[in-house]
């Protein structure tokens, strides 16, 4: 039965992809953008950029003004206690590189950092070299079949010299909702810091960093419907006051000299220099946006697709799916075929997928992959997407097979 997006025109790209006869199931990767978004860019180069708190004429105050608004907008989608709690980064990768550098102070060599054998390299790399550099052990948290976060296992691995939690909260490449609840709760029980990856998982439904009791939680703009060029850090009040300033210049100071200097508390001591203003602001338009839409009926709309995904997945001879994946994407293998050959040939029939590591290369060792297909829904597809999908797909493994 055709599910249409009602959304779908909300987003010009979408149509200017259809007519290049291009599908876009890479959503996960990146979203696109709704004319929201674009008007109000456009409003702002078009009537006046200015940069942000350090000007005191009006096109200045008017930007500043929109800039703080859009803080605002992201505390209250994230039911974070106060605005002053949300950083301006350049993305999630970028938020999760200044905690390990802003924390760097709270280890000690012999201490742990745990995270979990599905993590995005945004999520691994900067533990790996804050481990490195302090002699700290990174403790791989290990997945059961489906491709969560082995509970059992964490209980054992989540100790008293556990320091720090570093999870994501939907993976990249399963597709799998991880028990925050109860991983979150093993690590407050250690009294260590936690931080949540909701790079995938902010741009699925609601969520509330305070029901979440999580120190940190990290996303970035461009996937959710949003600028790229911007991410956003929340932070608790313990979190927030355990971090130490690690980048330098201009906007985070309070005095400085010579040789001495001080600098602002949370959230401007943490974004040295002149942030991305337009994003910011574009971020802003994208928030009402979604605000404005009736989240279960986008919450369906994008199960009934990816359960349309899977069933087609499943029903194809030879395909097999990487874990259980509950909810936004699908990654896939088949057998006797490699990736980066049907990758060729979907892209060839104008199917925007991704094929590869995903940016989780010890993920897919460890499943014994070298690389695999996923495709990844937002909610202006529809179901004719897929349905093209899988004609592309069944004449590409004709070819291959
Ligand atoms: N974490 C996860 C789970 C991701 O999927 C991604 C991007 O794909 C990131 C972190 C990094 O996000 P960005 O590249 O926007 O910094």
């Known amino acids: 039965m055709f599910q249409p997006s009602p959304w779908r025109a909300d987003f010009p790209a979408i149509a200017a992809l259809q007519r290049q006869q291009q599908t876009y199931l890479d959503s996960a990767a990146t979203t696109q953008k709704p004319q929201a978004l674009l008007d109000a860019i456009a409003h702002y180069y078009s009537h006046g950029a200015a940069n942000v708190h350090r000007a005191q004429h009006l096109p200045g105050a008017m930007a500043t003004q929109a800039f703080e608004g859009s803080r605002e907008k992201i505390a209250q989608w994230l039911n974070a206690p106060s605005p002053s709690q949300i950083i301006f980064t350049h993305g999630a990768t970028s938020a999760l590189n200044l905690l390990a550098y802003g924390l760097e102070n709270e280890f000690r060599p012999g201490d742990e950092i745990a ?27 290990p997945l059961t079949a489906g491709g969560m976060i082995d509970l059992d296992s964490a209980a054992a691995l989540i100790g008293p010299r556990t320091r720090l ?71 608790s009040c313990r979190g927030l006051g355990r971090l130490q300033h690690w980048q330098f210049g201009g906007e985070m100071v309070h005095t400085a000299d010579y040789h001495v200097a001080s600098f602002h508390p949370a959230p401007l001591g943490f974004e040295a220099g002149t942030p991305p203003i337009a994003s910011v602001i574009g971020l802003s338009a994208s928030l009402d946006y979604l605000g404005g839409l009736d989240t279960k009926a986008v919450l369906a709309h994008e199960a009934a697709l990816h359960r349309q995904l899977l069933r087609g997945l ?28 049907l990758a060729h040939l979907l892209t060839d029939q104008g199917i925007a997928v991704r094929a590869g590591h995903h940016c989780a290369m010890p993920l897919l060792k460890r499943l014994g992959l070298q690389g695999a297909i ?25 070819m291959l097979r």
């Open 115 to 141: 995270i979990s054998a599905l993590e995005h390299h945004a999520n691994l790399l900067p533990w790996q070299q804050l481990a490195q550099r302090r002699g700290v052990k990174l403790v791989i948290l």
């Open 374 to 398: 996923r495709v990844s829904l937002a909610l202006y597809n529809d179901s004719d997407d897929l349905q093209r999908f899988f004609e592309a797909l069944d004449k590409a493994l004709e």
């Open 314 to 341: 499943h029903d194809r001879e030879g395909v097999r799916v990487v874990g259980d994946p509950q909810a936004a994407l699908a990654s896939f293998t088949v057998d006797g075929v490699h990736n980066a050959d």
């Open 165 to 235: 939690l570093a999870v994501s909260q939907l993976s990249n490449v399963l597709g799998t909702w991880q028990p925050l609840d109860s991983l979150l709760a093993m690590a407050r029980a250690q009294d260590a810091l936690t931080v949540v990856d909701g790079a995938q998982g902010v741009v699925h439904g609601r969520h509330d960093v305070q029901q979440l009791d999580c120190d940190f939680y990290v996303f970035s703009s461009h996937k959710l419907y949003g600028p790229d060029g911007l991410g956003a850090l929340y932070g």
